[in-house]
């Protein structure tokens, strides 16, 4: 067998492996296959070569451009997945493990480039939250913005998912505008070589965007600085070990960590066997068991349930269990295959048996099971193995030794508030499961232990058909956890864009902060445009323009004919004396819904033009009431563009209603489409 020569790509350049490369054997087999590192590869090259080229030319494109990048890597991805999927299987992951590492990479690109579409701006700097005003002409304000930091991101993947660990941090960072350095773990770094190679190849990303390390970062950390960020998924134990590294305490480099940790999944007091719960709990335990060998993160590895349900539940986990082939991943038959490697087997045998000392094993003997396929038995298999403890308050163990792998551990609780201690004995998770049908169980649990957990999955018979899983962290939520599970965060949407990026209090007047994002704000400079707003088109449109309609009286006969037309006779509309004794209302008042109707009647322009809908309005707000005799007047500006296709984009238009004093009366946010 060809031994494969695992390359870096450093600086722009392939570097094959060289002095203290490393031997990399199949899962299934035991065999060498590969062969990567290279200790002469120069960090601080690589780093500058982000920084200086990488840097510029990603901070140059605004979200929307980035946005559209990803969408076209995750759609080449989509068209060379299969190579993916083939090389994967020396990994010792099956098909099924495959596609939650190889489609569930591609899908977060996908997330990511949809979210950075329609929730960023189609600019360079990202506005954070409301204006501040800090006097009262308002002529001096304060606006918190995001924008990219002027670093590069190292990313540090653990080994058992080496597509979508190494996608799921790519996706933000690009988004964000860093430039990104993945390292993954050597053991499956052929499968992200691959991807990379194949993300390089489609030259789809800019020039210095994205660089790869096969084997080990050498000093590139004592070279890092405050503008730089390292992102690490790996155990607790080398999580500590890197962000104690001296030259990141000194720099104050931003560091998240995303660790092991002793998941747990509870199931509910009412659910009794022969309940849908109870199915739904074993089998969600047994799949997190089996998945990837159960080398996942997210893994259950305690199982906590009602005391009298305890033997139940392992009755029916043996069952399940028993029925599981386990062999060469690459026989359709095959539903566990191989833990990574000899020395990952090794691991977690010796962890089992620190297990073993306070846990009786229930299921899976690790010296005598059945492997099925051809030139397997010097592969890295193990069985599933199920312990049982009967002290769950004394042992130690079975909350702080982790097997990473197909090992977990039944306890019982006495009642909800044991169950949420044993949950919170493991000292930080990313998730916590609960298996319930009743709604007081679920929010006593959240309660008793959300402080502790990155993410509560709760599930029953109404959500289980679309449910996700316990173990499938989405690109749409935050995935991290406090304590033992590193204290960071990854996904969740746009936060984890954020982490990339710096955010800055801004000051100044409300030109200035407009200009700087792009975004017209009260107080701000106002345009007058050659023509109607609504008979311009998209691109013709400048932030800023701003129309001002001629004045219309309200009537007690347009009053009293609305309520009759719409059904709406409150009382405050229809009758004086009940208006009167309302502390907000002087007497019978105009409909807020009227006030929003006469507002269009004064700005729309009725003939065919580029506007082709009014999609939304947002922030609505009747500030002073509009009585028989007053009069409105509108003032309508351009706020906010946003393209939405080739052929048109969203505009944001700030409405102002005004009464015969010059007072505001109603303000809102007009969302249209228009034609380019």
């Known amino acids: 067998m060809d031994i494969r020569q695992i390359s870096s790509f450093a600086a722009g350049e392939w570097i094959a492996p060289g002095t203290g490369a490393r031997s990399i054997a199949s899962a299934i087999t035991g ?48 068209e060379n997945k299969q190579a993916l999927y083939d090389i994967s299987f ?14 569930g990479g591609i899908g977060t690109l996908f997330v990511y480039a949809s979210k950075g579409r329609r929730e960023l701006p189609d600019e360079q700097v990202l506005l954070d939250g409301d204006t501040e005003q800090f006097g009262r002409a308002g002529t001096f304000l304060g606006q918190h913005i995001y924008t990219p930091r002027q670093g590069v991101a190292v990313h540090i993947n653990a080994f058992n998912f080496p597509v979508w660990g190494m996608l799921e941090k790519l996706a933000p960072t690009l988004l964000a505008g860093v430039p990104a350095i993945v390292k993954p773990a050597t053991a499956t770094c052929y499968v992200t070589e691959l991807a990379v190679r194949l993300i390089l190849d489609a030259g789809i990303l800019p020039r210095g965007s994205l660089q790869f390390v096969a084997g080990g970062l050498g000093d590139m ?65 047994s799949r997190e068991m089996t998945t990837k060998a159960g080398q996942k993160c997210t893994a259950i590895r305690r199982i906590i349930a009602p005391e009298a349900r305890v033997e139940a539940v392992i009755e029916a986990l043996t069952a399940r269990l028993s029925k599981t082939v386990i062999g060469d991943p690459r026989d359709s038959a095959t539903r566990m295959g191989a833990l990574v490697s000899l020395d ?37 298999f193990v069985p599933p193995m199920l312990y049982k403890t009967d002290n769950p308050d004394t042992a130690t163990a079975i909350h702080e030794v982790e097997a990473f792998g197909p090992v977990s551990t039944v306890m019982g609780y006495r009642d909800l508030s044991h169950a949420i201690d044993l949950a919170n004995r ?15 169980v679920a929010r006593e649990v959240v309660l008793g232990a959300a402080a502790w957990h990155g993410r509560i999955y709760i599930n029953d018979r109404v959500s289980m058909k679309e449910s996700t899983g316990h173990g499938s962290p989405m690109p749409h939520m935050v995935h991290g956890g406090p304590g033992r599970a590193g204290g960071g965060e990854e996904l969740g949407g746009i936060r984890a864009v954020k982490h ?7 000051q100044g007047s409300p030109d200035m902060i407009a200009a700087v994002g792009r975004k017209w704000m009260p107080g701000a400079s106002e345009i007058t445009g050659p023509a109607h707003p609504f008979t311009r088109r998209y691109g013709e449109l400048q932030i800023g323009e701003t129309l001002t ?38 007497g019978r008042v105009a409909h807020g819904y009227l006030l929003l109707s006469f507002a269009a009647g004064l700005f729309v322009e009725p003939n065919e033009g580029p506007v082709l809908a ?12 509009v009585v028989a005799g007053d009069s409105i007047a509108v003032r309508l500006t351009v706020k906010q563009k946003s393209p939405r296709s080739a052929d048109y984009g969203e505009v944001r238009w700030h409405v102002t209603l005004t009464n015969q004093d010059a007072e505001k009366v109603a303000e809102y946010e007009l969302l249209t489409m228009n034609a380019f």
């Open 31 to 78: 065999k060498a296959i590969a062969s990567a590192g290279n200790d002469a590869l120069d960090a601080q090259a690589m780093l500058g070569f982000a920084r200086d080229v990488g840097g510029p030319a990603l901070r140059a494109m605004t979200f929307h451009d980035r946005a559209r990048m990803l969408k076209a890597l995750a759609l080449h991805l989509t």
């Open 221 to 285: 950390l004592d070279h890092l600085n405050a503008q730089d960020a390292v992102a690490f998924t790996g155990s607790a134990d080398t999580a500590l070990m890197l962000k104690s590294n001296p030259n990141l305490l000194a720099q104050n480099t931003r560091f998240t960590a995303e660790a092991d940790s002793l998941n747990a999944s509870i199931l509910g007091p009412d659910a009794e066997p022969g309940t849908p719960e109870f199915d739904l709990f074993v089998k969600e335990v």
């Open 344 to 380: 990952q087997k090794r691991d977690v045998l010796e962890k089992a048996a620190q297990i073993g000392t306070e846990a009786e094993r229930v299921f899976g003997d690790p010296e005598a099971f059945s492997v099925a396929g051809e030139d397997v038995q010097n592969g890295a």
């Open 500 to 506: 990339y990026m710096q955010r800055t209090a801004l």
């Open 426 to 440: 493991g000292q930080g998770s990313l998730v916590a499961s609960l298996i319930t049908h009743d709604t007081d």
């Open 614 to 625: 009014n999609t939304g309005l947002d922030g609505l707000r009747f500030m002073k009431p």
């Open 549 to 586: 309609t001629a004045p219309r009286v309200i009537s007690l006969e347009d009053i009293e004919h609305f309520a009759h037309f719409t059904g709406d006779t409150f009382y405050a509309h229809m009758d004086e004396d009940a208006a009167k004794r309302n502390p907000f209302f002087p």
């Open 90 to 103: 020396d990994t010792g992951a099956t098909q099924s493990d495959h596609m939650i590492d190889v489609d």
